[in-house]
């Protein structure tokens, strides 16, 4: 990998800091990074969704969300630089949402607006994200 940025989302994180299958793939991607790790604010927010929902519906014991949602903070604010998705990101997004030959979600163009902003290579677990951005071409990887 060359020492470019790399944004993060909600899906790599989650398999970064909880075990499921793509753990360690994820893990090995952060080891092997040169360049810069990008969490967005929106992509801990969907983080914390998935992982609250793991939690309302017995997949994980409350105590052990508590732990995962500070262990999130905890690296990102030692590992990664944090950005905010600004107004240009949403409006990006919904130039994006408006070819009507990719279907694209909300959440996802988002991710994809804000990795074009940066300059970032956007790294995710969702198929269908990486899909829709490199038809947008914006450079992805999934690990």
């Known amino acids: 990998m060359g020492a470019i940025d790399h944004y993060l989302d909600a899906s790599f994180l989650v398999a970064l800091l909880t075990i499921e299958p793509f753990s360690f793939r994820a893990l090995q991607y952060v080891r092997a990074c040169t360049g810069g ?17 793991r939690v309302r519906i017995g997949q994980m014991p409350q105590a052990e969300g508590l732990l995962v949602l500070s262990a999130l903070e905890q690296w990102a604010s030692n590992a990664a630089s944090g950005i905010q998705i600004s107004s240009g990101d949403i409006a990006l997004a919904g130039t994006f949402l408006r070819r009507l030959d990719l279907p694209l979600r909300t959440p996802d163009a988002i991710h994809v607006a804000a990795a074009d902003r940066l300059g970032a290579t956007l790294v995710t677990f969702d198929r269908r994200m990486a899909a829709n951005a490199a038809a947008l071409s914006i450079p992805v990887v999934e690990p």
Do not use: G
């Open 37 to 53: 790790l990008i969490v967005s604010d929106f992509a801990a927010a969907e983080f914390a969704s998935a992982i609250s929902r």
